[in-house]
């Protein structure tokens, strides 16, 4: 392959003060402005300044060229790169674009874009080619002869590919070396490409947003070897009570397909410790990616990521799968309307009354690369049409890893765009209202959670003091599990945390049943959960500030209500209740629990009318 490249040097010093934004160069090309017009040496391009634009017409079919500026951009400030430039001659494959933080031919980076509706960010590294990123679809990508307006922009830890003012493409700054300070034009191959204008600015970044009690000698401790290896260890979802963890590992020789990721699971020992992890297996793993992003409070159903196809392939969507007494279910299909993902990349992470779906891809809508969006469970079982959850949320970055907490309002997630330490940060926001779309300021975790390198995929067991998550810092491979406390401004509101058995009021066998707990008086279902089927063990998660009504049902019994009081807790309380369900048989008395009485009087309090509405159902 051969490279070619036209630098143009100025003199110009550019002192950067204080000015929160300050333009650097900005040619409009009503002349060459310095830029280098002519045949190149090789005779194989001709640039003309003509009519405000730099035309270049190149009849080498081999290779790369590029025309530059020396513009020098602090790796530290926030800076962006714009250009007005089409493609007018030349096969429709042959790429054009941005180039930029270029040392010489050899050391060079390039947003570049293909007038068939393709993007990607990539670089030259002594001499080698890299991709960066995928070739992503842009359908905003003006055909030949119509103008495109490109930008390459550095916010905090993301520099993003821009096409007519959407975001396409995201790379990390820091984890790749700037080159040099040449910026300019660069394409492939023989065409014909027009230059308009170009403007480079620079301006300073947002200061980084710590969460309140961030402890500076608190630090993240590894899981060790029981749990971290060579390979890539990813946190996928937590037990409530935080005594069951599964994660995926790729590149694991105990994989299905060892390029692959698949799901274990490890649980923790009565000292603390966590058990050697086991492969979930089949059906749940194939040879395809597998990993889980979300188990119920009661351990019975076990969420994956993507759809199980009966050709053995991974469809768009999410699915699950149910304990049974001989290990799990075949996944059943849980598909989202008018799915679409840009990326190659999707994670996800379900709210604890599995009710809400928070998905991290890339749409035609995405502010940024990858976006956070939300999606609610629907009376068929599949999901409503993703909703993006906004500017306040979603950067130009990846937006990733979102986690929901026990209290269904508080939500972790990973980001390159928000103000951070370097790499991908994990951050903390709060749910200001049933729509999903308006959320807090994020807050970072501070630089005890957060290094230079990335942070991804953190969990929370309910009890909300510490927090399990990824991280590529001081890894035994690449990512490995990490553990550490959360800042006190973290954590999610109080949790009652209500788990027991369900069983045969007369024998004390266990029973498999449904478990439902409601909000009283109203009586509106806020969660359910399923009692084992090997056990009758259930578990239930009751956010602080309500009073609940607990029930259980099975076939052949008649249901039974216990009442939870968590109007008043100040911190994460455990209750064991085992609940004793009575088999329906005439002349036998049945014990109605939720029904209350005004002291010292006969009125009926509000909080008995769910309870006495199902009796009524009942006779």
């Known amino acids: 392959m051969r490279f070619l490249a036209i630098l143009l040097v100025f003199s110009t010093c550019y002192a950067i003060g204080i000015a929160q934004e300050r333009t650097l160069i900005k040619r409009t090309f009503d002349d060459a402005g310095g830029w280098f017009t002519g045949e190149t040496s090789d005779g194989n391009c001709t640039v003309e300044a003509e009519d405000g634009v730099l035309r270049y017409e190149e009849t080498d079919d081999n290779g790369f060229r590029y025309f530059s500026e020396s513009v020098p951009l602090d790796a530290w400030r926030n800076w962006s790169i714009k250009m007005r430039i089409r493609q007018v001659g030349g096969e429709e494959k042959h790429a054009y674009g941005i180039a930029f933080n270029a040392e010489d031919v050899q050391n060079i980076y ?11 960010i990539g670089r030259m590294k002594e001499g080698t080619y890299e991709d960066v ?77 710590p969460v309140s009690g961030v402890d500076p000698n608190v630090k993240p401790v590894s899981l060790g070897t029981q749990l971290n290896s060579t390979a890539d260890e990813s946190v996928d979802c937590i037990s409530s009570d935080g005594s069951v963890l599964y994660f995926s590992r790729k590149d694991h020789d105990g994989n299905v397909t060892k390029d692959k990721r698949d799901i274990w699971v490890t649980t923790k020992t009565s000292g603390g410790s966590w058990s050697t992890p086991k492969n979930l297996g089949a059906p749940i793993n194939n040879e395809g990616n597998n990993f889980a992003i979300a188990v119920t409070q009661d351990l019975n159903t076990l969420f994956l990521q993507g759809t199980y196809e009966s050709d053995g392939s ?27 993902n840009l990326n190659a990349y999707v994670n996800s992470h379900m709210s604890p009354d599995g009710s809400v779906l928070v998905t991290s891809i890339q749409t035609g809508e995405s502010i ?51 103000p951070g330490y370097g790499g991908r940060d994990l951050y903390v926001t709060r749910r200001l209202d049933d729509t999903w779309l308006n959320w807090s300021e994020p807050e970072n975790l501070g630089n005890g959670v957060n290094s230079d390198e990335h942070e991804t995929f953190i969990q929370v067991p309910s009890r909300g003091d510490s927090a399990y998550y990824s991280s590529t810092k001081n ?13 006190s401004g973290a954590r999610p509101i109080a949790l009652l945390m209500v788990r027991g058995r369900v069983l045969d009021a007369e024998t004390k066998k266990p029973l498999t049943a449904n478990v439902f707990y409601e909000a009283l008086p109203s009586g509106k279902l806020v969660g359910t959960a399923t009692s084992s089927a090997v056990d009758g063990t259930y578990r239930v998660g009751l956010v ?68 006495l509405d199902r009796l009524v159902e009942f006779l």
């Open 368 to 418: 940024g690369s990858n976006d956070l969006y939300v999606c609610f469970r629907q009376a068929n079982n599949t999901w409503s049409k993703p909703k993006n959850l906004g500017p306040v949320i979603n950067t130009q970055g990846v937006e990733m890893g979102p986690f929901v907490a026990g209290d269904g309002k508080t939500m972790f997630f990973s980001s390159t765009g928000h």
């Open 544 to 611: 602080n500030g309500t009073l609940y009504g607990v029930r259980a049902e099975a076939d052949g019994y008649y249901a039974l209500s216990e009442q939870f009081d968590a109007r008043s807790l100040g911190t994460y309380v455990e209750a064991d209740r085992d609940l004793y369900l009575t088999p329906i048989k005439m002349n036998v008395a049945i014990r109605l629990n939720n029904v209350f009485f005004d002291v010292g009087k006969y009125d009926l309090r509000a909080e008995s009318y769910p309870e």
């Open 133 to 209: 990123d995928e070739w992503t679809t842009a359908k905003n990508v003006n055909p030949q002869g119509e103008w495109n307006v490109l930008e390459v922009r550095k916010e905090n830890d993301a520099i993003s590919g821009y096409v007519n003012g959407k975001a396409i493409v995201t790379m990390t700054a820091s984890y790749f070396r700037v080159f040099g300070s040449k910026q300019g034009v660069i394409y492939y191959g023989a065409q014909t490409v027009e230059l308009d204008d170009i403007e480079i600015k620079q301006w300073e970044p947002k200061p980084v947003r």
């Open 110 to 120: 390039h947003f570049i874009i293909r007038d068939d509706g393709r993007a990607r």
């Open 314 to 340: 991974m469809g768009k969507g999410v699915s699950y799968s149910t304990r049974t007494k001989d290990g799990w279910s075949a996944p059943v299909n849980m598909p989202i309307d008018d799915y679409e």
């Open 475 to 487: 890894s035994l491979g690449q990512d490995d599990i990490i553990s550490i406390p959360l800042p």
